[in-house]
């Protein structure tokens, strides 16, 4: 079973919300990835988790914050987003960083709106 | 630095065509290869990946893909397409070292006409 799971499917929210996005993957993976994706482009990476201990962070912004409560789990908490935050998030995992076994797994995503 | 290009931003093909798609990567050493599928609004899934031995790679969905080390290309094909293969099709480049994260193409739409 290669399943990364995502919730919510879709978010709306104003700027001046707090939300979450969850992603859980139950593969024993032990790299867990954030990705940003606008329309017609490529994921770009926002982080990298490594055995719960965040790894990689691609100069995001603060207003996005990652959190990986154990290794089954990974959430994004956004505060005070943008309009031009509106995307699609996605999650992966992979079984470790790097070599023949990191291969990413991706989940379906959360359409984000931030009006 | 390493990057990855697929030079067709946009692709159609009849349905029962054959198709390939490109990509090129610059890396200095021999990169993980791996080719997704991205149908509208929906993640990316796996078609096929390359790590080392047999160049030709066979993928889920009928696909396959060629590593030509020489032409540093690892390009997709596939005899027939069917109409549900129309979607997204992002081809990228794994590190063996360092970053366990992936560099991705710009990716290539495929429309299939009947």
């Known amino acids: 079973d290669t399943e990364v799971t995502q919730t919510p499917k879709h978010l709306v929210m104003g700027m001046t919300n707090k939300k979450s996005l969850k992603c859980e993957q139950h593969?024993?993976?032990?790299?867990m990835y954030w990705y940003k994706q606008k329309a017609k482009k490529p994921p770009e990476l926002m982080f990298v988790y490594s055995y719960e201990k965040l790894s990689i962070n691609e100069s995001v912004p603060s207003r996005f914050s990652p959190e990986c409560p154990n290794s089954s789990l990974l959430n994004l908490h956004l505060h005070a987003l943008q309009p031009e935050d509106s995307a699609l998030y996605l999650c992966a995992s992979s079984w470790a960083s790097g070599g023949s076994k990191d291969t990413q797994y991706f989940g379906p995503g959360t359409r984000l709106t931030v009006l | 630095a390493q990057s990855v290009t697929q030079p067709d931003i946009h692709i159609t093909v009849s349905e029962g065509a054959s198709l390939e798609l490109r990509c090129n990567y610059s890396y200095g050493a021999t990169p993980y290869l791996f080719w997704y599928v991205q149908s509208p609004g929906q993640g990316l899934q796996l078609l096929l990946k390359?790590?080392?031995?047999?160049?030709l790679v066979q993928g889920i969905k009928g696909f396959e893909a060629e590593f030509k080390r020489s032409q540093s290309s690892f390009n997709l094909r596939k005899p027939s397409v069917h109409w549900s293969d129309a979607a997204e099709y992002f081809c990228a480049v794994g590190l063996q070292t360092g970053a366990n994260n992936l560099f991705f193409g710009t990716g290539t739409r495929l429309t299939v006409i009947p």
């Open positions: 593969m024993g993976h032990r790299a």
């Open positions: 390359y790590f080392s031995g047999d160049t």
